[in-house]
């Protein structure tokens, strides 16, 4: 068991350094910055529209519990299972597009504050439990050591294996349809946050139809930013075994054939994909989407 803890200062962040405040009329209009004219150059770039800028400023942390239990390989069995309950907490996403929920611009250039949140990356709990086993039976082994060849042949040299995961849901950023505040970045768009109401649903009350609470959440008046933060809701975590079964065919000491049987989703149990995140379209709080289902593949190695 230990701790393990880490501190991100002066982290890579992308904003657009030109955004106008909120307000009525035509956005480039009102932006701090209007004109570009560029040395060397014998005309001015009018209608400047926004400048995304790349800076050195954001900050993370990440604090965890890890737990590690190891068997090492004895009468057959091996195993190494890992359990990890940890805090991730960031006020920006990156500065690229890849691998995030929220987006990577923030909301009010004024405000960086206002995206401190849990982060992308933050996935409370974690628990992974490999394992192989040669069942004792068979030539060789502990029991049925003297069976006959035929014998051997069906119910010896068998081992089986499995990867056993639970997963916390990623974290889903709560949208707004359309632009309110009228600043140029809809993507940013968060809308207000209801006052003492949860967005989080009780487990017993989620349902694929409704799987946050909606009514947590209300439309900003217009030409005003929201006040939700970033990642408020957690989206259905995973719940997987993927398990495979072996059988050798021994034709001496040194050469075998192996039959192998490999099961993805063993459980066949559904892996749902985020909910819909934008407020103002027919989908929110809607989970319409899951990962693969149960996949078998079958698979033969000749060892020399």
Same mark, same amino acid.
């Given at each position: ?17 030109? &955004? ?54 004895s009468a057959g069995l091996s195993l190494l299972a890992s359990y990890v309950w ?72 068998? &081992? ?75 989206a259905p975590g995973l719940r997987n075994l993927d398990l495979a079964m072996y ?5 001496d000491e040194s050469r075998y054939l192996q039959l192998r049987g490999e099961f ?26 899951? &990962? ?13």
């Amino acid at each position: 068991m230990g701790y393990a803890g880490t501190k991100g200062n002066r982290l890579l962040q992308r904003y657009d350094s030109n &955004a106008p405040a909120p307000g009525a009329g035509n956005i480039n209009a009102r932006r701090p910055v209007t004109t570009l004219e560029v040395p060397g150059l014998s005309y001015i770039i009018p209608s400047l529209a926004d400048t995304f800028r790349r800076e050195f400023s954001a900050n993370s942390n990440y604090n965890a519990m890890q737990i590690k239990v190891e068997k090492r390989m004895s009468a057959g069995l091996s195993l190494l299972a890992s359990y990890v309950w940890s805090k991730t907490i960031s006020d920006a996403r990156g500065g690229a597009d890849a691998g995030g929920t929220a987006p990577n611009a923030v909301q009010d250039k004024n405000n960086f504050q206002a995206e401190k949140s849990l982060a992308d990356e933050h996935f409370p709990h974690r628990f992974v439990m490999s394992s192989n086993y040669d069942v004792p039976f068979g030539r060789g082994r502990t029991f049925g050591a003297g069976m006959p060849r035929w014998a051997d042949l069906i119910i010896g040299q068998w &081992a089986v294996g499995g990867i056993l995961t639970f997963n916390s849901g990623r974290r889903v950023n709560i949208g707004v349809q359309g632009d309110p505040a009228n600043v140029g970045t809809a993507s940013s768009a968060r809308p207000n946050a209801v006052p003492g109401q949860s967005p989080n649903l009780p487990g017993e009350e989620r349902t694929l139809a409704r799987w946050f609470n909606t009514a947590a959440f209300v439309r900003q008046p217009n030409f005003t930013f929201g006040n939700a933060g970033r990642n408020l809701v957690q989206a259905p975590g995973l719940r997987n075994l993927d398990l495979a079964m072996y059988k050798v065919f021994r034709f001496d000491e040194s050469r075998y054939l192996q039959l192998r049987g490999e099961f993805f989703n063993a459980s066949n149990t559904p892996f749902f994909g985020a909910p819909g995140n934008t407020l103002g379209l027919a989908t929110f709080g809607l989970i319409n989407g899951a &990962a693969d289902a149960r996949i078998v593949q079958i698979a033969a190695k000749f060892y020399f």
